[in-house]
Structure formats: structure tokens, C-alpha cells
């Protein structure tokens, strides 16, 4: 491996013809060079890109890599100008530091435990239950990102904070242009707006009439009516988003490895593991930001204060350094300890709630069709664009046998 100094001129918006699963090329070439490169970002700022699994892994748990979102002042594809990045609203923990960040985040640690998430095995298994049913009934063609994907997790994550069935639509609408890729700057507003304002609305009737949710249980805490909103905005996002996708893309990526499906499909142990490493193979959250408030040593390098580093999931989950066969998609895989989920204070709060959706959802959508397979060429299937803040399938055009 040729570990001399290697810089990525532009973040690449493209992912290789017939590799939708794969990193883009760009990006697998910089970690060849080694696990950290340069990055000249649009504006002029000289940053860094961390493509290797310990230098990645190593940045989420040192504090000295800030999270705020008023220090995110470069964006990788998009000269900002002068344009001064203001703090995260309150509540809105993910673009947080110390101590702000725990003050928000502690209150929910209870309500996201392993016991409590299995807790909610039977109410997943009964929802991915209805929709199968309905594909079934409508059927034999669906799909299945509008009638599988998006749904389940949805739901779940609507049940949980306290969010009436019937406004779900509106929520599920807004949070696909916010993370989407494709709105222009007025939709994003527009829905960023409407989202905000049905928030205080739904904060002030748990004020008024609480119920048994996440939501309700946080209103005997000092948060303010803000911070309970910017709270609810960030489990709503990352409750549905992240999970939806993975559904979407794992199923195509099972679909585009018959082996593998048929393996899980004959060995319901295998679940868990199967679980695990879709999430390392697609890693839906491809990357994140950091910007360093000290000089600090990584890799060799000195990163000067007030650098912004990106940092590669997509890569990091791919290092042959750390993963036997990296590209391979390998549901018996023994080495685990991906990072789809982060690592360090900002891991992801709702993990073992977006696992045990897709512990009951894969298993039960692929016994149900056995001769699930896509309706369209692989090539044809629409994809988020790259700049999207999470990957997958915009649609997923599947047909059965009946």
C-alpha cells in the first residue's frame, strides 16, 4: 500500500455503473493510498478525509473533534461563501457538544434500551405483519419502498413519540426533502418550517394531554417546549430515515445476491448476522463532519485547530484492514464492529430499535414471497443521488409468483 500523502480534489457525487452498493470509486482509491487524505473543500479550506476504520473510529471518540454545527463552516461540494453557520437549535442534539449534547440526550437513554426495544418485537412483527398482508391482497407486484420500507419504521417511530396515525403522511413527506437530496433551498424551508410548527402543536397537546410516549415522559423534565421540539424533530428524522433505507437497499442488495438470500431464508439463526452486516455492506450514512478545536494528531498528520475533517463511513466499513473481503457481501461474516451506527458519544441513540425492525422485517418479507425479485433491471432502479445525507432506493419495483 503506497502510504505517501494523497489528496481527493472533489468529493464524488457518483457511484460506479452497476455498483450501486459500492463506495464511489474516488473514495476506494483514497483509502488504497492510506487511511487519511487531503481535502480542498469548494471555499478554499484545506480539510482532511478519513477513509480507514481506526482513524475514523478514533475521531468519533476523541472530544477534540467538534460536532457543533456553527464550526461546520465548509461543506464538501459547495462554496458557502461568508455565509455564517448558526447553532443548532435547541434540542437538536446530534450538532452538540459537551455538555449541551448529554443534557439532551440522557433523559432518552432509558427509553431506547436493548430490553426496552425488544420489548416492541410483537408491535413490529404485527405492523410489517399488515403491510405484508396488503402487498399480498394488492399484489403481485409492489413497491417496496412505498409499501414496505417507508412504512414499518414510520410507524413504529410515530407509536413511540405519540404522533396520531393519521398526520404521519405529512412528517414521512417533509423528512424525505430534508434528507432526500433533491429539494431545491425553498422546499427545504418550506418543509423544514412546516415540520417545526406541527411540532409545537403536537408538544403543546402532550402539555395539555399526555400520553404513553417518549414524548410525554420527557415533559416532567426541565426541557422547555423548544428543546422538546428540536428533541422530537431528531428521533423523528433518524427514527425513520436511516431504517427505511436500509429496508429499501437491503432488500435489493439480497435480491442482487441470491446466495445470501437463500442462505437467510434457510437458516433463520442467521438473522442477527445478517443484520450486522448489511449494515457494514451498505452503510446507508455514508459520511459525517468534525471540526477539530485543538491541533491534533491523526494518522502522522497534525490537523491544525478549526480544520474540518470528513470522515468515510462507506469506507471505513469497507477497510480491508479490517474487514476479510471487504466488497463481499457475506452474511456469515465473523468480523463485526462496523460503524454504521457511529461510535462514541454520538452512536446512534435508536440502534437496537432499527435492529429489531429489521430483525422482524427482512426475515418475514423474504418467507412471505419466496419468489420475491425485481420487477425492473437492476440498472433501472431509481437511487437517491449521491449528495443525499442518507443513501438508498428512491423506488424498488419488485414482482412475486402467485
Known amino acids: 500500500m503506497n502510504e505517501s500523502l494523497h489528496t481527493v480534489t472533489t468529493m464524488p457525487t457518483e457511484r460506479r455503473p452497476g455498483c450501486p452498493f459500492d463506495p464511489p470509486e474516488e473514495l476506494i482509491e483514497a483509502r488504497e493510498h492510506g487511511p487519511i487524505s487531503r481535502f480542498p473543500f469548494p471555499d478554499g479550506h484545506q480539510g482532511w478525509l478519513v477513509t480507514g476504520y481506526d482513524l475514523v473510529r478514533a475521531v468519533l471518540a476523541d472530544p477534540r473533534f467538534s460536532s457543533r454545527k456553527e464550526l461546520m463552516r465548509h461543506h464538501p461540494t459547495v462554496d458557502m461563501g461568508d455565509f455564517e453557520v448558526p447553532p443548532a437549535p435547541p434540542g437538536e442534539f446530534l450538532l452538540m457538544d459537551e455538555p449541551q449534547h448529554g443534557r439532551y440526550r440522557k433523559p432518552l437513554v432509558g427509553k431506547f434500551t436493548v430490553r426496552r426495544m425488544r420489548l416492541l418485537t410483537e408491535r413490529v412483527e404485527q405492523i410489517t405483519a399488515e403491510h405484508l398482508d396488503a402487498m399480498e391482497e394488492a399484489g403481485p407486484s409492489a413497491d417496496l419502498v412505498t409499501a414496505f420500507a417507508?412504512?414499518?419504521?414510520?410507524?413504529?417511530?410515530?407509536?413511540?413519540?405519540?404522533?396520531?396515525?393519521?398526520?404521519?403522511g405529512s412528517f414521512q413527506e417533509n423528512i424525505d426533502k430534508f434528507l432526500g437530496g433533491e429539494a431545491d433551498d425553498a422546499e427545504l424551508m418550506a418543509a423544514y418550517t412546516a415540520t417545526q410548527?406541527?411540532?409545537?402543536?403536537l408538544v403543546a397537546a402532550k402539555r395539555a394531554n399526555p400520553t404513553d410516549d417518549v414524548l410525554s415522559d420527557l415533559l416532567d423534565s426541565d426541557l422547555t417546549d423548544e428543546e422538546l421540539r428540536g428533541i422530537a424533530l431528531v428521533l423523528l428524522s433518524a427514527g425513520f430515515d436511516t431504517t427505511a433505507n436500509m429496508l429499501a437497499l437491503g432488500t435489493f442488495a439480497l435480491l442482487r445476491n441470491p446466495e445470501q438470500l437463500a442462505a437467510l431464508r434457510a437458516d433463520p439463526t442467521l438473522t442477527d448476522q445478517a443484520v450486522e452486516e448489511l449494515l457494514r455492506y451498505l452503510s446507508v450514512v455514508k459520511t459525517l463532519m468534525r471540526t477539530t478545536l485543538e491541533d491534533v494528531e491523526l494518522g502522522g498528520r497534525t490537523?491544525?485547530?478549526?480544520?474540518?475533517?470528513?470522515?468515510?463511513?462507506?469506507?471505513?466499513?469497507?477497510?480491508?484492514?479490517?474487514?476479510?473481503?471487504?466488497?463481499v457481501l457475506d452474511l456469515r461474516r465473523r468480523d463485526g464492529g462496523h460503524l454504521a451506527f457511529g461510535h462514541g458519544i454520538h452512536q446512534c441513540l435508536g440502534q437496537q430499535l432499527a435492529r429489531v425492525e429489521m430483525r422482524v422485517a427482512f426475515p418475514a418479507l423474504i418467507n412471505r414471497f419466496p419468489t420475491l425479485r425485481l420487477a425492473v433491471p437492476a440498472e433501472e432502479v431509481a437511487l437517491r443521488p449521491e449528495i443525499a445525507d442518507v443513501y438508498g432506493v428512491k423506488s424498488l419495483p419488485v414482482t412475486w409468483d402467485v
Not at 150 to 168: A, F, H, M, N, T
Not at 303 to 327: C, M
Open 150 to 168: 417507508r412504512p414499518i419504521p414510520s410507524i413504529v417511530i410515530c407509536e413511540l413519540l405519540g404522533v396520531p396515525y393519521e398526520d404521519r
Open 197 to 201: 410548527r406541527y411540532l409545537a402543536g
Open 303 to 327: 490537523i491544525k485547530a478549526g480544520t474540518t475533517v470528513i470522515l468515510s463511513y462507506s469506507t471505513a466499513n469497507r477497510d480491508p484492514e479490517r474487514f476479510t473481503d471487504p466488497h
